[in-house]
């Protein structure tokens, strides 16, 4: 059973780029989160998809923004990148759908390293 | 607004001694807690999770943590500490939004374990 997986690994970017996330839920799972977790620091909720829509979002400005597949897949855009943007990005997948409601603990992936110089 | 803090951003403890690492949560209501654990280049693992039906929660790699709803606190602990728990452990707490789930983390606990 493959967990969530996460490409690419690395990335190194300049300022003013745009970069794209990608992002595969565990088997089974509809819900895919992101989050930025910049070094020395908690991770940060960005935005959550399911059914291919946004359903809620952080604090984050537009410049980030997201997709969701029907097969529930997840990419996350970052555009203008500043220097702040540097941060090991997470994704983090859920079944919705399953019995324990709030319970359902959330599975992350291994996260992409972003670097803008 | 629910919130955890984690008190300590590192804390080192000798291969066999007590593991401590403390959590507390800010909620106004039944809180769904977390912890968390990340190996060097990793993502995050599921420890344990608070689920209500037991105060004294036990999860992986020998570590369980303790619910006191009087001291808003979730604890994490493990008798003996081995070389290989050395990661960052995180605190979270599931917040509820019109039917979606996000996790508000706290900002870390790095364990160091000296030989």
């Known amino acids: 059973d493959a967990g969530v997986t996460q490409s690419p690994t690395h990335l190194i970017k300049t300022r003013g780029q745009q970069v794209t996330l990608r992002c595969s839920p565990k088997?089974?799972?509809?819900?895919v989160s992101w989050y930025q977790q910049a070094l020395g620091q908690g991770p940060q909720f960005i935005f959550q998809?399911?059914?291919?829509?946004?359903?809620q979002r952080g604090n984050f400005p537009d410049r980030f923004s997201g997709h969701q597949f029907p097969n529930y897949s997840s990419e996350l855009n970052v555009n203008a990148l500043l220097l702040g943007d540097s941060a090991l990005y997470l994704c983090?997948?859920?079944?919705?759908?399953?019995?324990?409601?709030?319970?359902?603990?959330?599975?992350f992936g291994p996260g992409t390293r972003l670097t803008v110089l | 607004a629910q919130s955890v803090t984690q008190l300590g951003s590192h804390v080192s403890v000798s291969e066999g001694a007590l593991v401590l690492l403390r959590c507390n949560y800010s909620s106004s209501v039944p809180p769904y807690l977390f912890w968390y654990v990340q190996y060097p280049n990793q993502g995050l693992q599921l420890l344990l999770k608070y689920t209500s039906a037991a105060t004294l929660v036990k999860g992986i790699n020998g570590f369980e943590a303790e619910f006191k709803k009087s001291e808003t606190s979730f604890h994490l602990t493990k008798p003996s500490a081995h070389m290989s728990d050395a990661a960052e452990y995180f605190c979270?707490?599931?917040?509820?939004?019109?039917?979606?789930?996000?996790?508000?983390f706290g900002t870390g606990t790095r364990l160091k374990v000296l030989a």
């Open positions: 979270a707490v599931s917040v509820v939004t019109s039917g979606t789930y996000k996790y508000i």
């Open positions: 983090a997948s859920r079944d919705r759908r399953g019995t324990s409601g709030a319970y359902n603990e959330q599975f």
């Open positions: 088997s089974g799972h509809d819900t």
């Open positions: 998809y399911y059914e291919e829509e946004e359903r």
